[in-house]
């Protein structure tokens, strides 16, 4: 079973659409999540942390559930600059970030 | 955050040659640095911790004699891959992680074909 599993998508959806993005992680002792863009061919970047008491970050909100050991992303209103491929992050160790990276869902948002 | 910078963005070499990757962290002392390898349609899978002074800690899997890493400064971790073949054709990205621990500063990574 891999660490950080996601399901690969592409996700097509017009946009104004709200998406829903999960993630399921098999360390129950992870510390740390998070969820990274990708654009194509590009180096990731970090579009949130994740807390357990959830966060949101304008259109993003991010979850943690740790009992079911799932992550999700929401994105609402989409816009077509939100296309990209969303990562979802574990540092399971709580040490010096050491970060398992799930494959990725890819977003397609169209006119 | 950190600013990271990696050079060549993109190579092209023949199978047996060896080729040199440079990572710099440009406004930040990072005495770790990681390095990963992404396929194209996988995930980042890190290769090793790039420790400043002291040797790397690769992960399980990577061949150490084969991937040579060289953290010399604190702005620089070099990555070479020796006897580079056509399985080895990746995206190679370091990453500098910040102070606080929520963060890994990636560079932009390198493309690499082995013909």
């Known amino acids: 079973r891999k660490e950080v599993e996601q399901d690969p998508g592409p996700f097509n959806v017009p946009e104004g659409a709200t998406v829903a993005f999960n993630c399921t992680y098999s360390n129950s002792a992870s510390q740390s999540f998070f969820w990274y863009r990708q654009d194509c061919r590009k180096e990731p970047k970090l579009l949130m942390s994740?807390?357990?008491s959830g966060n949101e970050d304008g259109r993003f909100t991010a979850q943690l559930n740790r009992a079911s050991q799932y992550i999700s992303l929401l994105i609402r209103d989409s816009k077509l600059s939100d296309s990209a491929t969303y990562l979802c992050v574990v540092n399971p160790s709580g040490g010096f970030q050491k970060l398992v990276f799930g494959t990725g869902t890819r977003l397609l948002v169209s006119p | 955050g950190a600013v990271v910078s990696q050079h060549p963005s993109r190579v092209i070499c023949k199978s047996g040659t060896s080729v040199k990757i440079e990572c710099r962290s440009l406004d930040f002392q990072a005495t770790t640095m990681f390095w990963y390898r992404q396929f194209p349609k996988q995930s980042l899978m890190l290769m090793a911790t790039s420790n400043e002074g002291s040797k790397a800690t690769y992960e399980q899997g990577v061949e150490k004699d084969k991937f040579l890493i060289n953290h010399a400064s604190l702005t620089l971790s070099t990555l070479t891959v020796t006897s580079a073949h056509p399985e080895d054709s990746s995206f190679y990205i370091c990453?500098?992680?910040?102070?606080?621990?929520?963060?890994?500063?990636f560079g932009p990574g390198t493309r690499l074909t082995v013909l």
């Open positions: 994740v807390y357990s």
């Open positions: 990453s500098v992680p910040d102070r606080t621990p929520n963060e890994q500063f």
